[in-house]
């Protein structure tokens, strides 16, 4: 039974990780951590109670190491990247959640995030999109899982970027995201009285998913992509809903855009394709690994509207995290999910 750790246990992320590994028949939670002051978990998370007899504190990351093979960071950015080493260097492979390690160029983290405390380390994470990386992340031992909005646009755009029907300059992301997606710490834009039946953009083509878009974008399309990104926060807990605007180059129908993409997802599980017209809901991802993809062509305007649905907490997070754990350690890729 593979022992696993959580830092960061107490933050959304860390709370899902646990929903999914308590009930995953391949791991035994062994160690949980956050900056609170040690408390029993099921007092966090009452309904974990009889189920996990462990507490959550500021435990070393020393301490933790001892007690588990693989550790999951759900821990803000910054944070991520002061712990990760401790672990590696004792042998323990790491998940990490935060963005430190997405960023393969380091001044483009710094430009975006913060001074690098450990860059070497950028070199030897692997981009945890197993649609894109698998063979990577099965030799991984750390994992830079990816960012919630990215994932649900670049697993939206694969497909045509990558048989080059898309004209790289044109591409607009337009995403919105439940309010689960800016974590637990508290703040007043994120108080129900100011977001109830309201629905507002924010941080338009400045918001620090976008590097790691055009990163993997330009990855897929073998060009240097930048896309413009519009997140929008929407009154629901959880779920991202992406509309992609694609201007396309060649010609081709909507049913054979479907059979492309449903060819590239033909061995993908948690990929799902809609059918001829249909939109994904996020209702239909909520609390599950998939990620829905509805395929709209107008030829006559040379565009594609591509939509896209996850559960950013589950394949936009923990979910993607555990689907991770699982290839590097050779289990079922859905074990648990
Ligand atoms: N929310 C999402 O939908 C989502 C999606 C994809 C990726 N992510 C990424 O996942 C990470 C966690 O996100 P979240 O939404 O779960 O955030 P969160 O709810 O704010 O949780 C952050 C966690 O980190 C812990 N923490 C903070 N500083 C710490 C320190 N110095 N030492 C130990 N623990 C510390 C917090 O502990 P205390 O409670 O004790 O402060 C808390 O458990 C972030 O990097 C985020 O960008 C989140």
Known sequence: M???GIMGASGYAGEELLRILIKHPGVKITALAAKIDTTPIYKLYPWLKGMLDLECGDMKAEELAEKCDCVFLGLPHK????????FLKKGKKVIDLSADFRLRDVGVYEKWYVKHECPEYIKKAVYGLPELY?????????????????????????????????????????SKSGVSGAGRVPTQALMFTELQNSFRAYKAN??????????????????????????????????????????LKKEISEKKALELYNDFYKNE?????????????????????FCDIGVRVFPERSMAIVTT????????????????MNIMYGLKENMGL
């Open 79 to 86: 944070v991520s990247m002061g712990f990760a080493p401790v």
């Open 309 to 324: 649905a996850i559960d950013n907490l589950v394949k936009g997070a923990s979910g993607q995290a555990v689907q991770n």
């Open 269 to 289: 599980y948690f990929v799902r394709v809609m059918g001829e017209g249909v939109y994904p809901d996020t209702k239909n991802v909520v609390r599950q690994n």
């Open 206 to 247: 400045e918001h620090r998913h976008m590097p790691e878009i055009d990163q993997e974008l330009s990855c897929v399309s073998g060009k240097k992509i930048e896309v413009n990104f519009t997140p929008h926060l929407v009154p629901m807990e959880r779920g991202i809903l992406s509309t992609i605007y694609l201007k």
């Open 134 to 174: 698998r063979d990577e992340v099965k030799k991984a031992d750390l994992i830079a899982n990816p960012g919630c909005y990215p994932t649900s646009i670049i697993l939206g755009c694969a497909p045509l970027l990558k048989e080059r029907f898309v004209d790289t300059e044109y591409i607009v992301c337009d």
């Open 2 to 4: 593979l022992k696993v």
